[in-house]
């Protein structure tokens, strides 16, 4: 199973499960062609790095250019492209002379003109100033200053619709608007971010930097764009839009075009392992970085062109070394839900199993987490098995040690009982030290994946070594490295592929039958599919007209606990719906209620509930408690990890205050009644 942390930015998660939806009802569309393949008329700007751009030979490259040629092979189509600056390749699809754009930018005025596909790419924009400059860091700083754009652009329409005017200096292209700011001719560019790390990397504007707070209102959704109307190619270009989602191709030109902007530049990525976890990733007796994981890494650096440097320490160091941000990356982490919300993860590269490990004829090694209550165990300190004992409160007799070759040292020795390790581990140190009257357990206590991870916003790097890892399954490279150091466990490694296809023969035949029966019906599917689209958006439009006009609050929140609220909510708060974008639950959570939500939050998010309902405090902006009754259901993903919360949130302030009322009422009434020097007593009416 292949754990991949949501998008932190909440509309590109939105789009993520756009797309998703999408694809289950494009699933069984097969496209089909009789001779030459129809061609799709396109037009690409020519200079708007990394998305559009187009060589001196006149060769059409670039991101969205790519995934246009992609989204309309995976139908059957062949695109030609027209190039020219942005106000000419508009009007071209504005008076029909092309059927689709590659790259434009989702804005109200745009949509009177244009049809537009699903989001393949969400940003935001920028400012982009002299590095000299340190005055200009806010939208409302810009004002009465010359600002230069591209002309059309939706930076130009954004800042129009904010209110600037004689401000906005327009050119054909950004590279113009850049050089002006260099010049001084202009004050600062208003620009997508990625657009301006790009040109300022090509045109070697090192006077220039980007403002590091980004304009948070200046978001931008890309699609492709047909004429208003066009439905058909608006069909077929989100069909395969969704095809190219889902067979990995978006992916990858994402990480060929855009991951080299974030990596660290002009020095080695620094790599970080544990010293002491055999055979994935240790010293040496001469002191040098070896394993499986060192093999690996090098592999990749190998095949992606970068320069990478090896640190290995204890785990506990080495942790605190990556949070601090001294390391780049880790090359073996084990993936779990509390380490997904301040990591991201690669797909992984390994499955792992804990088992229990114990002395012969001493004790049996334990089936289940139970069977290690009132033992004595010794693990690795900070390791995943750590985590697992203090989450199910087995730490009374639990000894932490710097690695596992120590833990199982130890437990030979007879100073612990029970001994949590990996099984290759347990094998591979086992083996090397002799130690014969060690039993390791056939049961696994724990089975996780193995994977790359990086702090969070770190996916560019990320994206990198995923690439790498698919580039080694294809050639062959990633099971050449698993023999190497794991082929005497062959039981705990994947099926080779001689195995894998033995099986699979049993299936062909009727596959291929089957297959005859897909191509007969694949024209029915593409009306289907057509059909299902249109509903998939009219769901969609659905949904959000009743999260939008809810008269209570609303919020789709992640996991982690970024939130999107509606306008009930926002009210609610006394924020602005952009003021709340981006926040997480927990900064405008009671803080005497902070414990009881995230215990609530974290039964959900285990499996222990789907939907929940209770009474807590938030904080209004201007810092008074807001009683509220929440409901709130988790929506997981197809393959099982928490997704998102749909959250459901009354106001009972006023409730909770005649409560209050009436209790002091009651009260100060009892007060008086037994404070009172004449008798009185209360009669029943049923004497």
Aim: contains cysteine.
């Amino acid at each position: 199973m292949v754990h991949f942390r949501p998008p932190k930015g909440f509309r590109c998660w939105l789009f993520a499960i756009l797309a998703s939806s999408l694809l289950f009802h494009v699933t069984w569309a097969v496209p089909t062609a009789a001779g030459s393949p129809e061609v799709l008329t396109s037009a690409s700007e020519i200079d708007y790095p990394p998305f559009c751009i187009v060589d001196r030979d006149g060769t059409v490259t670039g991101f969205a250019n790519e995934l246009l040629r992609a989204a309309a092979g995976a139908m059957g189509l062949e695109v030609t492209f027209r190039s020219g600056p942005w106000s000419q390749v508009r009007g071209w699809l504005e008076e029909g002379q092309v059927q689709a754009l590659p790259l434009v930018g989702r804005t109200p005025e745009r949509e009177a003109i244009f049809d537009f596909t699903v989001p393949f790419m969400t940003i935001h924009g920028a400012i982009v100033v002299r590095k000299d400059n340190t005055d200009l860091r806010t939208l409302q700083d810009l004002r009465g200053r010359r600002i230069g754009v591209m002309q059309g652009d939706n930076a130009e329409e954004y800042l129009r619709r904010e209110g600037f005017g004689e401000e906005v200096v327009t050119r054909p292209t950004f590279v113009q608007s850049l050089q002006e700011l260099a010049d001084g001719k202009v004050d600062a560019v208003v620009i997508q971010r990625l657009v301006a790390l790009r040109l300022i990397e090509e045109q070697h504007l090192d006077d220039l930097r980007i403002v590091d707070e980004p304009l948070r209102g200046f978001r931008q959704d890309f699609c492709f764009a047909v004429r208003e109307g066009d439905s058909r190619t608006l069909a077929l270009l989100n069909e395969g839009l969704a095809l190219v989602v889902a067979d990995g191709t978006h992916r990858r030109l994402r990480a060929k075009w855009f991951a080299s902007l974030e990596l660290p530049t002009n020095r080695r990525i620094i790599v970080g392992g544990d010293r002491d976890f055999p055979p994935f990733e240790y010293l040496d007796e001469n002191g040098r970085p070896a394993g499986y994981n060192v093999d690996l890494t090098r592999t990749i650096a190998r095949e992606m062109g970068f320069d990478v440097e090896f640190r290995l320490e204890t785990w506990s160091e080495i942790v605190a070394a990556f949070e601090a941000g001294e390391i780049d990356i880790l090359q073996g982490m084990f993936y779990t839900t509390q380490r997904d919300r301040k990591f991201d993860f690669s797909q992984p590269h390994m499955a792992l199993h804990y088992v229990a490990v114990t002395r012969r004829g001493a004790v049996s090694p334990p089936v289940s987490l139970p069977g290690l209550r009132d033992r004595r165990i010794v693990v690795e300190r900070g390791d995943v098995a750590s985590e697992l004992l203090t989450q199910h409160g087995l730490t009374g007799n639990l000894r932490l040690v710097d690695g596992p070759e120590t833990a199982l040292r130890e437990l030979a020795e007879g100073k612990h009982e029970v001994a949590l390790v990996g099984r290759r581990v347990a094998r591979y140190l086992i083996e090397k030290h002799g130690w014969r009257d060690l039993e390791i357990g056939r049961t696994p206590l724990l089975s996780l994946d193995y994977c790359f991870a990086v702090r969070n916003g770190g996916r560019a790097l990320l994206a990198q070594f995923d690439e790498g890892l698919r580039l080694m399954e294809g050639n062959g490279e990633l099971r050449r490295i698993q023999e190497k150091w794991f082929g005497r466990y062959r039981e705990d490694l994947p099926r080779s592929y001689r195995e894998v296809l033995r099986e699979s023969l049993k299936f062909v035949l009727p596959l291929l039958a089957l297959l005859g029966l897909v191509f007969l019906w694949s024209w029915t599917l593409r009306r289907q599919v057509t059909r299902k689209t249109r509903e998939l958006a009219a769901v969609s439009e659905k949904f959000r007209t009743v999260f939008e006009a809810a008269n209570v609050g609303k919020s789709l929140t992640l996991p982690s606990g970024e939130m999107q609220a509606n306008q009930a909510f926002a009210d609610m708060l006394g924020y602005t719906r952009a003021e709340l974008e981006g926040m997480t639950w927990m900064a405008v959570t009671h803080p005497e209620d902070m414990e009881l939500t995230q215990r609530i939050v974290d039964d959900v998010i285990s499996g222990r509930s789907d939907s929940v309902r209770f009474e807590k405090r938030y904080l209004h902006r201007d810092g008074t408690p807001v009683w509220v009754d929440l409901s709130t259901t988790l929506r997981r993903s197809a393959e099982g990890r928490p997704a998102f919360f749909i959250t459901t949130i009354v106001n009972i302030n006023d409730r909770k205050l005649a409560e209050e009322a009436l209790r002091e009422s009651e009260s100060k009434f009892r007060t008086i009644f037994e404070h009172m020097s004449i008798g009185i007593a209360q009669l029943s009416l049923d004497l």
